[in-house]
């Protein structure tokens, strides 16, 4: 059973940094991929970073030379460092893991390359 679990989400002012992390119990990395998400309130869900099995990173142009995203070496811990926060950015972020095989079949920011979903964290950036 895959199931997604972030954390260290939190209120931070403009300009300001957080690390959020997120861990995929019972996930097998296999041609697959990890994904963040975002959604504030009255807005569409949107991509942010996603980091596949092979390392290949990719990013939303409103986040990109501000956060990375990152993963250990048993690769079921992935990271997604914030860095020079604007209020913009203040969304519940969301953490998702590819299906089998769905790498070779989704672009990373589709969300229907993700099977698992996490719960969300609460970020907020206040100016």
């Known amino acids: 059973q895959v199931q997604p679990v972030e954390s260290g989400g939190g209120s931070v002012q403009a300009g300001g940094s957080l690390r959020l992390s997120c861990v995929v119990s019972g996930y097998t990395y296999n041609a697959n991929s990890i994904g963040w998400f975002r959604q504030a309130p009255e807005k569409e869900r949107e991509a942010v970073a996603c980091?596949?099995?092979?390392?290949?990173?990719y990013y939303a142009d409103s986040v990109k030379g501000r956060f990375t995203i990152s993963q250990d070496n048993a690769k079921n811990t992935v990271y997604l460092q914030m860095n020079s926060l604007k209020p913009e950015d203040t969304a519940k972020y969301y953490c998702a893991a590819g299906e089998y095989g769905s790498i070779l079949r989704y672009r990373w920011d589709s969300q229907t390359r993700y099977k698992y979903w996490g719960q969300g964290t609460q970020v907020t950036v206040s100016s």
């Open positions: 980091i596949n099995t092979d390392g290949t990173t």
